[in-house]
Structures are given as structure tokens and as C-alpha cells.
């Protein structure tokens, strides 16, 4: 009976992650650009892991088990945003995106002011905030 | 649970086309990225699934391995992305 | 460069990380293991050498509990609303770049909650200026202003959340003072929320 339980959750845990994975892959087929296909592949990819990796607790049931998952899913949240920010922020300035599709673009007025500002400069494309 | 393991199969089989879809079409490199990120996840949930089925946990640390390597592989791209101007 | 000798109590919550991911890994926590992991995780920090994060000194686990609950909330909510956007609106879909100043200047504040941010609702992080500590946002499906405002309240309310949670004293202050602004605008107006 209790076996039963654990086997259905795990299914419905399984079936989950799996639907964030074609979440994951429908985004990346019918967003438009680059930064939006950015949201579909960042966001479910993490709750599908964490999903995943409930179902193999559950199968598993031992507590040694969960520190290893715990840091399986922390190291997923530390390292996804790092690496969308990167592949955002070079698509950005890349201009690999559809400016058509922005309703409002407030970065843009600051860069504007800013190369306006140092135009005399010898290199206007040089954003003030890199590090 | 047989069905559902194959219907979770199919969809994990689905996302994969997606993103070897967007691999293959992508019109830059960063969404190239973008997709063997996917990709990579999508492994990695394929290798999860099998060890909560058959109930071993010999892939956990590659799990790890797979998303610390999707990591650095987006961004060591994205860096030359930007610096290549 | 110089290398200044950090003071072990900075360096502690790290090597407790190190050796917390050694035992977690090894799925063993009897102490030889834990000593011998604290042993490797003293040499990396020593040889490998980062500059330290500079942690305010406050952790409040009161505050931290809900948040993790709140964030999981959000997690399944935007994770939803992304496959629900894919699917129904896909190609025609309208984004925008919102730029939201937040209130704190330590450099841990604004980097925990641009991770937040990029982790919960239909937002991203693609550039952040130091010097305003502002963040500039990609944000899926706004096509009015009223939607950048509710985003940007949003991001605030993340931000509030990390500063009572591991917020410096000063940040902490600031938003005391600033409910109570609140509070007495909502008393003055008859009670009617902003």
C-alpha cells in the first residue's frame, strides 16, 4: 500500500520534470529571440531538476541521500543564473535580439546618455559599469 | 510506473529534438549555446530518471560533472562572444 | 598582486560549505571523513586564493524559512507561466528592458537578489550598474507600463525579503523607516493601499 503511494508520487514527480524539459524545448522553438528562448531554457530546467531529483529521494528513502541531492540542486542555482546573465548580457550587447519586440528598453536610454557623453572619447561603444 | 516511465521517455526524447532542432538551426552562436544547455539538462534529467527507476545512484556525481560543464561552457562562449567586437 | 591574510573567522563559512559538499559527496559524515574534508577544504581556500565575500554578520532564520517556501511558490508559478506563453502566444510575444534601482549598496545584496530575480518570475538579469546598484531586467510578456510597475514593486519586495534575512544593519534601518512612511501614507489616505 505504502509502496503504491511512493510509486505514484514518484510518477507524478517524474511526469513533471519531464514536462519542464519540453518546456524547456517548445520555448527554444517558438520564442522569437534570443533573450526570450533565454526564459524558456533557464527557469523549468531548475524546477524539473529539482522534480528529478525528489522522485530519486523518494525511491531511494535514505537520509544519507539528501545532503548529495541538496548540493546537486544548489550547485544548479548558483551556476544557471550566472551563465544566462553572461549569454544574456553578451546577446545584448551583440544586439542579437529583436529591438521590434520590446514594448520599453531603459538600458538603451542609459547607454545612449552615456555614449552621448563620451562621444569625444576614443570609444564610445565602452559601457561605464564593465569590470 | 512502466507507462509512465515511457511517456516520460517520450517527452524527455521530444525536448531533446527541440533543442538539437535549435542546435542545428540557431541563427547565432549564443543560441546555439542556449540549446546544448537544454540539451545537457535534458541528459542529465535522462540519467535521473534512470536512477530513481532502477534504484542505484551511480550517476549522481555526474550530474554534478553535467551542469558545473554546461556552466562554463555558456559562459567561457559568451565572454569571446563580448570581447570579440 | 598582494595577497593580505584574511582572518579565519571570514573564511570559516566557506570551508564549512567545502567540507558540508566533501561529505555530501562521499555520502559519508563520520567525522574522520569531515576532518580529513576539512583539511582539503583549508588547503583550497589557502592555495587557491579568492578575494573572501563579505558577509554582513546577520542571518535570520525566521525570515529565511518563508522566503524558501515563497521562492519554490514562485519557482512552479513562473515555470508554468513560461510553458503557458511558449505555447499559447510563442512568436508574437512582447518583452521589455526594465531598469529597477534597489535600495541596498553591499555588493551581496545585489548579487543574491539579481540571482533570485533570474531564478523566479518571467525576469533576467542583463546588466547591472555598481555605482546605483541598478538592475537592468529582461522581462517576458510586459506590454504596458502598469506591468513594468508591478514587476519593479515585485523585485523590491524580493529585495526586502534578503535585506531582513542577511541585510547589513543600515539596510535593515532604510526599510524600517520606509514601512513606516508606508504605513502613515496608508493611515493618511483612509486606509487605502498603494
Partial sequence: MNDTVIDVLTAICLLGGALMSVAAGVGLLRFPDLLARMHAATKPQVLGLLLFLLAIGLQMRSWVLVPVLMVCWIFMLLTVPVSAHMVGRAGYRTKHMRRDLL?????????????NKRAPDRNPTERPDET | MTVAVIVVGLLLGLASLCALYRIARGPSILDRVLAIDVLLATIGGALAVDMAVNRHLDNVVLLVAISVIGFIGSVTVARFVTDRK | ?????????????????????????????????????????????????????????RFNVLYAVPFVGRFIYKLVVASFEVFWLSLTRGPRLVNAVVAVQLRSQSDLLVTTT???????????????????????????????????????????????????????????????????????NDNREGGVSK
Avoid at chain 3, 573564511?11 to 555520502?27: F, H, K, R, T, Y
Avoid at chain 3, 514587476?151 to 544593519?169: C, N, P, Q, Y
Fill in chain 1, 103 to 115: 514594448s520599453m528598453d531603459e538600458l538603451d536610454e542609459v547607454v545612449e546618455k552615456a555614449a
Fill in chain 3, 1 to 57: 598582486m598582494t595577497r593580505e591574510r584574511i582572518p579565519f573567522i571570514t573564511e570559516l563559512p566557506l570551508i564549512i560549505w567545502l567540507v558540508i559538499v566533501w561529505g555530501a559527496l562521499w555520502q559519508d559524515f563520520s567525522p574522520g571523513n569531515l576532518i580529513f574534508g576539512g583539511l582539503i577544504a583549508y588547503a583550497v581556500a589557502n592555495l587557491l586564493y579568492l578575494p573572501p565575500v563579505e558577509l554582513s554578520g
Fill in chain 3, 114 to 184: 539579481g540571482h533570485a530575480l533570474s531564478l523566479i518570475p518571467g525576469s533576467l538579469v542583463i546588466e547591472v550598474d555598481r555605482s546605483t546598484s541598478t538592475l537592468y531586467l529582461h522581462c517576458l510578456n510586459i506590454e504596458t507600463p502598469g506591468d513594468a510597475a508591478k514587476i519593479r514593486s515585485d523585485v523590491r519586495a524580493t529585495e526586502a525579503w534578503l535585506i531582513r534575512i542577511m541585510g547589513t544593519r543600515d539596510d535593515l534601518a532604510l526599510l524600517q523607516t520606509e514601512d513606516r512612511f508606508a504605513q502613515e
